[in-house]
């Protein structure tokens, strides 16, 4: 019976592992954008949180405030980053959640 319950434990595990790897691939791909300044600062970043593009309304670009356009970037890089990771930890959470370990 113990020798049972390990083989199915092992099993779950695998399937586990095989549905991780396909869900750290798909978050390579997935994408979550973030605004800031009402839309004048528009960030994209990839589940692995690498910022893949920002854009800029031209109209925001005041060479004697430039300390207020780092802001907005800031604010929407860090945005659209903690917005990649928490779909990707939701993608993880649900993998995850269906498998049964003792002690894990």
Do not use: Y
């Not at 954008?33 to 690498?50: I, R």
């Not at 800029?56 to 356009?69: R, Y």
């Not at 802001?71 to 959470?93: F, V, Y």
């Amino acid at each position: 019976m113990a020798k049972q319950n390990m083989n199915k434990m092992m099993q779950q595990v695998m399937r586990a592992q095989a549905e991780l790897a396909k869900a750290q691939e798909e978050a390579a791909t997935l994408t979550a954008e973030a605004t800031a300044g009402g839309g004048v600062v528009k960030v994209v970043a990839t589940g692995e949180a690498v910022i893949e593009s920002i854009k800029i309304d031209p109209a925001v670009v005041d060479p004697d405030d430039v300390e207020m356009l780092e802001d907005l970037i800031t604010a929407a890089a860090n945005e659209a980053i903690r917005a990649a990771q928490e779909i990707t930890a939701a993608k993880m959470s649900a993998i995850t959640s269906g498998l049964n370990i003792p002690g894990l």
